[in-house]
C-alpha cells in the first residue's frame, strides 16, 4: 500500500531526475514498415510492435522490447494459411498486408489490419478486405485468432475505444475515389458496422491515411500521415471534444516530417503513440534510409522518437535521425519469452533433425507443402528443396504461381551483412535446373545467384550453341528490377571452374558498402578461393513497399525436371549498422 502511494512520487522523480537515454534509430531494422506499438504494463511493463508484410509468410510480425532498444520477435500474428486464404491469389508486390495497429485491451491483443488486393480496380469494393484478429498470448504464433472480417471500403483500419465501450474503427478511403478520413463503430467480435462518417481530410497534402486516436485531457487526437510514403511524407495531427468532430488541426503542422532535408533518414511519417511507464510519450514512425545515389534496399523500417505532450497542449516530435536522445529509459535485459531472435542478431542454421524453421523464415506467399524439408533420412543438418517450375520472377513478375515458387528467406537487416550457404549441385542434370541466392525484393525486382546447367559455350551469349548433350554447370548472376527497367538480363556467366565440380559450393551475398550487393561463390571447403561473380546495386532493389530478403531457391526456369537440392549451413551475419553518412544532416 505504501509502495502504491509512492509510486507516482517516484515516476515524478524519473521524469524530473532520471538522466535522458540515448537509443539507435531504426529500432526495428529493414522491411519493417507501417509500425504500430503499445506499452503494455500488465504483461511486465513491455512494449510490443507490429509491422506490415504485404505478400510475405508467415508474418505481420510482433515484436517486444523491454528497455525500447533490444527488440525480439516473439510471434507472428499471420502463421497458418487457413486464416487468410486471399493472401495466396493477391496479384501485384503492393498486395497483400497493410498497415496493422496493435492495441491491447482488458488481456487481449487486438490487431487491425487490411488484405488489399492492389490490382483491382480502384473503385472495386472488394479491393480491400478488413479484419482484426485476437490474442491472449503475444508470445505464441498459434495463440494469435482466425480474423473477424468487417466491411470498410478502404485501409489502415484503427480501433478506439471509446469510454463507453463502443469501439470506433477510423481509416481511410480507397484515395483515389473517396479520400479522407473516416471513421464507423464496429463490433470487433462479430464485425458488425455502423454509420460511416468523414471526419477529417488532413493538411491538404495527398493520401490522408494511417490514422490513430487517443484520448487525452477531454480531447480526441487524430494522428495521421500524409503525404504518401515517399519523399512528401509526414505525420498531422487535429483535436476534437467530440469524436465525431469537428476536428481542428495543430497550427504547427506537418508535427513530423523530413521532406526538403538532406537527412539520412528520409520519408519518415505514419506514426503511432505510446507512453512508457513513467508516462512519457514516444512515437513510431517508419522511415528510409536513403544513400547518396538514392538507394534504400532494405525498404521502410520502424524508428522512435520521443514526443513532450505537456497538458491541453499540441504534442512536440523530436526530428528522427540515428543518433537520438530521449526519455529516461530503464536499462532491462530483452523479453525472455516469445518464439524468435532479437531483430538484429546474425545467425548460423544447421537444420539439424528434429528442428524447425525459425520464425524469422519467411516465404513469398504461402509454402508449397513438401518442398521444405529439414534433415531428411541420408541427409541430416541440410534443408532439403524441392525446386519450382517457377523462378523467383514466375510467369508474369506480379502473379501467385499456381505450384508456387521454391524460395525460402529471411529479412536483410544490417547495412552491411554477409549471407552464405552451402549449395550441392550434384542433382542438377538438365538444361536451366538451377539452384542459388537471391536478394530480393519482390518478383520484379531481385538480383539471383545461381548456379545453372548450360551448354557448354554459352558464357559467350552471342555465340551460344543449343548442345544439351553435355550440359555443365555454371555461376549465373541474373537481375531484374524496373528502376532502371530492365528485363531479366544475365548480368554474369562463367562456368564453374573445373577443379570446384563435384565439390560443394558456398555460395554469398554481401554488402560491404552502401550502393552495391556482391554475389560471390568458392568451394566450401577451400574459403580462400571465393570469388566474386558479379554485382547488383540497391538502386534497382528500390520501390514499392516491402524491403530486402536474403534466401534460396530452387527452380527448373519453366522446364520439366523436378529436382530435389540440399542446403547447408544457413548464414547470416551483421558487419555494421549504418545510421548516418557523411554530407547528410
Ligand atoms: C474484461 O475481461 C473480463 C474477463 O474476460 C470480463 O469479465 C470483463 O467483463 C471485461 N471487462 C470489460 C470492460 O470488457
Ligand atoms: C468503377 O469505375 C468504372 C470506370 O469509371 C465504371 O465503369 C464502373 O462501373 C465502376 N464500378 C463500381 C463498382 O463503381
Ligand atoms: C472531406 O472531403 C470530402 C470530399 O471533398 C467531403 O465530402 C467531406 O465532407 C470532407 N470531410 C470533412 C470532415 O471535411
Ligand atoms: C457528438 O456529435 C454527434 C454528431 O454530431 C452527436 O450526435 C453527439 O451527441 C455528440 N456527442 C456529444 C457527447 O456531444
Ligand atoms: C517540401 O517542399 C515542397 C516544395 O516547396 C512543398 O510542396 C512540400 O509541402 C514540403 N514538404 C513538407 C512536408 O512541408
Ligand atoms: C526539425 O527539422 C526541421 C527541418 O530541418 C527544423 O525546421 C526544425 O526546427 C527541427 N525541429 C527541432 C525540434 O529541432
Ligand atoms: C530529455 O528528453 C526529453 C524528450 O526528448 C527532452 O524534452 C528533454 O529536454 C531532455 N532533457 C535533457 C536534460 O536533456
Ligand atoms: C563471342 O562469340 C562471338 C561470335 O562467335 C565472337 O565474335 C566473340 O569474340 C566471342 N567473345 C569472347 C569473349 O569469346
Ligand atoms: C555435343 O557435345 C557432345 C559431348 O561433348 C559432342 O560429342 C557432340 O559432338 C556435340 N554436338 C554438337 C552438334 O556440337
Ligand atoms: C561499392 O562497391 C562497388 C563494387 O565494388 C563499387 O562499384 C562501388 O563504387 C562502391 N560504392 C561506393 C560508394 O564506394
Ligand atoms: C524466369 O523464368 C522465365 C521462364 O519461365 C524466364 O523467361 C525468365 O528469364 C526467368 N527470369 C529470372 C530472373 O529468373
Ligand atoms: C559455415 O559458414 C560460415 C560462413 O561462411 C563459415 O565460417 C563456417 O566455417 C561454415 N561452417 C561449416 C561447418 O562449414
Redesign the pocket.
Known amino acids: 500500500m505504501l509502495l502504491k502511494c509512492l509510486l507516482p512520487f517516484l515516476s515524478l522523480a524519473l521524469k524530473v531526475l532520471g538522466h ?1 537515454s540515448t537509443y539507435q534509430n531504426p529500432i526495428l531494422p529493414g522491411f519493417h514498415p507501417d509500425p504500430s506499438c503499445i506499452f503494455v504494463p500488465e504483461l511486465d511493463d513491455t512494449f510490443f510492435c507490429a509491422s506490415s508484410s504485404f505478400l510475405v509468410f508467415p508474418r505481420i510480425p510482433i515484436h517486444a522490447s523491454k528497455d525500447l532498444r533490444k527488440w525480439k520477435l516473439v510471434s507472428n500474428v499471420l502463421n497458418r494459411p487457413a486464416q487468410l486464404p486471399g493472401l495466396n491469389t493477391a496479384k501485384r508486390a503492393t498486395s497483400g498486408i497493410w498497415a496493422p495497429t496493435l492495441r491491447y485491451r482488458n488481456g487481449t491483443f487486438h490487431l487491425v489490419t487490411t488484405l488489399v488486393y492492389d490490382d483491382y480496380a480502384i473503385n472495386a469494393t472488394n479491393r480491400f478486405d478488413n479484419f482484426a484478429f485476437t490474442s491472449k498470448d503475444p508470445y505464441s504464433s498459434a495463440a494469435w485468432s482466425d480474423p473477424v472480417h468487417f466491411d470498410f471500403p478502404g485501409y489502415d483500419t484503427s480501433p478506439f475505444w471509446d469510454e463507453d465501450g463502443t469501439v470506433y474503427v477510423t481509416g481511410t478511403h480507397a484515395w483515389q475515389v473517396d479520400p479522407g478520413i473516416k471513421m464507423l463503430p464496429v463490433d470487433l467480435k462479430t464485425g458488425e458496422v455502423g454509420e460511416t462518417i468523414s471526419i477529417w481530410n488532413g493538411t491538404g497534402a495527398s493520401s490522408p491515411e494511417g490514422p490513430h486516436i487517443y484520448r487525452k485531457d477531454g480531447y480526441y487526437y487524430l494522428l495521421i500521415a500524409e503525404g504518401g510514403t515517399g519523399s512528401g511524407h509526414r505525420a498531422t495531427i487535429a483535436r476534437a471534444k467530440n469524436i465525431s468532430g469537428p476536428y481542428e488541426s495543430d497550427p504547427a503542422n506537418p508535427v513530423l516530417t523530413n521532406s526538403n532535408t538532406t537527412a539520412y533518414f528520409q520519408n519518415v511519417g505514419h506514426a503511432d503513440l505510446f507512453q512508457d511507464r513513467n508516462e512519457n510519450w514516444w512515437a513510431v514512425a517508419l522511415s528510409v534510409r536513403q544513400g547518396p545515389d538514392g538507394s534504400y534496399p532494405m525498404g521502410r523500417e520502424t524508428v522512435l522518437t ?1 514526443v ?1 505532450w505537456e497538458e491541453g497542449e499540441w504534442p512536440i516530435f ?1 526530428n528522427v535521425s540515428g543518433h537520438m ?3 529516461h529509459l530503464d536499462s532491462a535485459p530483452p523479453v525472455r519469452q516469445g518464439e524468435g531472435s532479437l531483430v538484429d542478431s546474425s545467425v548460423q542454421i544447421n537444420f539439424e533433425p528434429g528442428s524447425v524453421f525459425p520464425p524469422e523464415f519467411v516465404h513469398w506467399r504461402f509454402p508449397t507443402n513438401g518442398s521444405y524439408t529439414i534433415s531428411t533420412p541420408g541427409h541430416e543438418y541440410a534443408l532439403q528443396l524441392k525446386s519450382s517450375s517457377a523462378n523467383l520472377t514466375g510467369s508474369d513478375g506480379r502473379s501467385a504461381e499456381p505450384a508456387g515458387q521454391t524460395f525460402i528467406a529471411r529479412r536483410q537487416v544490417h547495412s552491411l551483412f554477409k549471407f552464405s550457404v552451402t549449395l550441392d549441385p550434384s542433382s542438377l542434370e538438365m538444361e536451366e535446373q538451377e539452384v542459388g541466392v537471391a536478394v530480393f525484393l519482390d518478383q520484379l525486382h531481385h538480383y539471383d545467384l545461381g548456379i545453372v546447367m548450360l551448354p557448354p559455350g554459352t558464357s559467350n551469349i552471342t555465340s551460344r550453341t543449343s548442345n544439351t548433350t553435355a550440359l555443365i554447370p555454371y555461376f549465373r548472376v541474373r537481375g531484374i528490377t524496373t528502376v532502371p527497367a530492365f528485363v531479366s538480363p544475365t548480368l554474369a556467366l562463367t562456368p564453374v571452374p573445373s577443379a570446384w565440380v563435384g565439390d560443394s559450393l558456398n555460395v554469398q551475398i554481401t554488402a560491404s558498402n552502401l550502393t552495391h550487393y556482391a554475389l560471390s561463390a568458392g568451394p566450401a571447403s577451400r574459403p580462400y578461393e571465393q570469388k566474386i561473380i558479379g554485382y547488383g546495386n540497391g538502386l534497382g532493389l528500390t520501390w514499392g513497399f516491402t524491403g530486402a530478403l536474403l534466401g534460396v531457391y530452387a527452380t527448373t526456369n519453366g522446364g520439366a525436371g523436378e529436382f530435389d537440392t540440399y542446403v547447408k549451413n544457413w548464414t547470416y551475419t551483421g558487419h555494421g549498422q549504418i545510421v548516418e553518412i557523411p554530407g547528410a544532416s
Do not use: A, L, Y
Request: glycine share 14%; hydrophobic share 15%; charged share 0%.
Open positions: 535522458n520521443p513532450t523530436t536522445h530521449g526519455w
